[in-house]
T-cell receptor
Framework: GESVGLHLPTLSVQEGDNSIINCAYS??????FIWYKQESGKGPQFIID???NMDKRQGQRVTVLLNKTVKHLSLQIAATQPGDSAVYFC????WGAGNMLTFGGGTRLMVKP | DGGITQSPKYLFRKEGQNVTLSCEQN?????MYWYRQDPGQGLRLIYY???????QKGDIAEGYSVSREKKESFPLTVTSAQKNPTAFYLC?????????????FGSGTRLTVV
């Protein structure tokens, strides 16, 4: 698994608005995707996952959308709250890679009160 | 409670010193991983192990060493050969079965060279 060593893009949203965080993946053979949330100074925490035989999956206030045609994954957060401020990483498992995750570069979400 | 524990939370190293970061899990996971995270950046894989007494280099293994003598433990040594060791280090564990399962992460160790 590798990640991009670039500084993170930032998404700034108003409290109460919906947030959409995007992730482009490179391997068309990937068949499992995860979103992680990392708060400052802490380890990443699992938010939601989706398999390649699905286009959409919903959790509590979060929805993940998978567009395999353009190899794009998005995380939607409804009614964004200050506690949602964090860095969000997507990760994928290419088919045949066992359980080795490949992480995307991450996006920093900042929620303005 | 099952989980993964990293210690210490903060670690200071002098130039030329080796230091060892601890990672212990009681999740009965076969696989364990070490990642490095620099400020404002993503995760980079240092080493991983999918079974006891075996481990593989990741993308940035130079200057680091690991051991996997027990299933529960995967310590990382940052050697003096690592020229820029100041970073946030994350340990993770997972099952190894194919099918797609996430990693469980520890809370990290912040290493600073003084």
């Amino acid at each position: 698994g590798e990640s991009v060593g670039l500084h993170l893009p930032t998404l700034s949203v108003q409290e109460g608005d919906n947030s959409i965080i995007n992730c482009a993946y490179s391997n068309s053979a990937s068949d499992y995707f995860i979103w992680y949330k990392q708060e400052s100074g802490k380890g990443p925490q699992f938010i939601i996952d989706i398999r390649s035989n699905m286009d959409k999956r919903q959790g509590q206030r979060v929805t993940v959308l998978l567009n395999k045609t353009v190899k794009h994954l998005s995380l939607q957060i409804a009614a964004t709250q200050p506690g949602d401020s964090a860095v969000y990483f997507c990760a994928e498992i290419p088919w045949g890679a066992g359980n080795m995750l490949t992480f995307g570069g991450g996006t920093r979400l900042m929620v303005k009160p | 409670d099952g989980g993964i524990t990293q210690s210490p939370k903060y670690l200071f190293r002098k130039e030329g010193q080796n230091v060892t970061l601890s990672c212990e899990q009681n999740l009965n996971h076969d696989a364990m991983y070490w990642y490095r995270q620099d400020p404002g950046q993503g995760l980079r894989l240092i080493y991983y192990s999918q079974i006891v007494n075996d481990f593989q280099k990741g993308d940035i293994a130079e200057g680091y060493s690991v051991s996997r003598e027990k299933k529960e433990s995967f310590p990382l040594t940052v050697t003096s050969a690592q020229k820029n060791p100041t970073a946030f280090y994350l340990c993770a564990s997972s099952i190894t079965e194919t099918g797609g399962y996430g990693y469980t992460f520890g809370s990290g160790t912040r290493l600073t060279v003084v």
